[in-house]
């Protein structure tokens, strides 16, 4: 058997290393959920409803301009650290030049459920469209809405910082590839409303996952380790396990008061970054507060992973 030639086997090299790129290439094309004129979006959402969605959210935590006191002054600026580099959370006031002024309702659809920006790229996953991606469309035009009613904030945040390997922005979409599913949450739901109700703000509007849980060497949350705590996102410190391994004698009245006032069963407060959820849940309807008490008393014991 005559084996092929050097240069033939150059040129098929090359051919199957082209197409591989080429493959590769059509794979992490950014895909926006939306286009600007789906039907979907035809009526306006209700900025009433959407200040409730706000707060869900925490919006307020991550996007406030740093060193004042006002928390509806969104111009970012927020440094968050991670072992992929430093990324700041963008301005997200009504500013038109400096902001999201200019945007239109499906450009933060496709945002918050598509993890793509207006000028078609794809989002770090610091910003946590892995969980927003399950939202239903409604909550997000009366976010939109709630956004609109906001101070304009002149003047747009640093640059992110991400180390060299992750500076192509092209290379989340294989990030996207392995780790996300757009529109699709962890949600457990079982019929009742209450509890369905705080499966959806718990695994999607309030993302409590993206903190509570470990992740793998690419940033991604260990399905294993899902609410059982895990590394601060900021390597900060241990963000607790809040499964029944850890939570077994809380009851739901415990758990709804905590999202209130801050005030754990054995007469202690919450602390750290918690404190900011709870400044935010504190603004929720006590229904919401409780159907988030429910699904995490539902939630199975896992074991605390090591530090």
């Known amino acids: 058997m005559r084996l092929p030639s050097w240069p033939t086997l150059a040129v098929a090299v090359l051919a199957a290393t082209g197409l591989a790129s080429a493959t590769l290439w059509y794979l992490t094309e950014v895909q926006a959920p939306y286009s600007p004129d789906d039907p979907l979006f035809s009526e306006a959402g209700d900025a ?7 707060a869900a959210g925490g919006c307020a935590s991550c996007h406030t301009t740093p060193g004042q006191p006002d928390d509806l002054k969104l111009g970012g600026g927020l440094a968050l650290a991670s072992p992929f580099g430093t990324f700041r959370s963008p301005n997200i006031s009504p500013d038109p030049v400096d902001g999201i002024g200019a945007w239109t309702v499906a450009d933060l659809a496709n945002a918050l459920i598509g993890g793509v920006s207006p000028s078609r790229e794809h989002y770090y996953p610091a910003f946590p469209y892995t969980s927003f991606t399950g939202m239903k469309v409604g909550d997000v035009k009366d976010l939109y809405a709630y956004l609109r009613t906001l101070p304009k904030v002149a003047g747009r945040a640093p640059p992110h910082r991400p180390k060299l390997l992750f500076r192509i922005r092209r290379s989340v979409g294989l990030w996207k590839l392995m780790f996300f599913r757009q529109g699709q949450n962890a ?16 695994e999607t509007v ?6 509570h849980s470990a992740r793998n060497v690419f940033g ?3 399905p294993d380790t899902r609410f059982a705590g895990g590394v ?4 900060t410190g241990f963000v607790p396990n809040i499964t029944q391994a850890r939570l077994r004698e809380w009851t739901e009245d ?10 754990t069963p054995n007469h ?3 602390g750290s970054s918690m404190a900011d959820v709870v400044k935010n849940t504190a603004m929720l309807p006590d229904s919401d507060r409780r159907a988030i008490a429910r699904y995490i008393k539902a939630l199975s014991a896992v074991a605390t992973p090591h530090p």
């Open 254 to 263: 415990d758990i709804a008061t905590m999202l209130e006032t801050g005030e």
């Open 268 to 270: 202690g407060r919450v």
């Open 48 to 54: 009433a409803r959407g200040q409730l969605v706000f």
């Open 206 to 211: 309030s993302h409590c996952a993206e903190c």
């Open 232 to 235: 601060d996102p900021q390597g």
């Open 187 to 202: 949600s457990h739901l079982t019929g009742d409303p209450v509890h369905d109700r705080g499966a959806y703000l718990v």
């Open 220 to 222: 991604a949350i260990k």
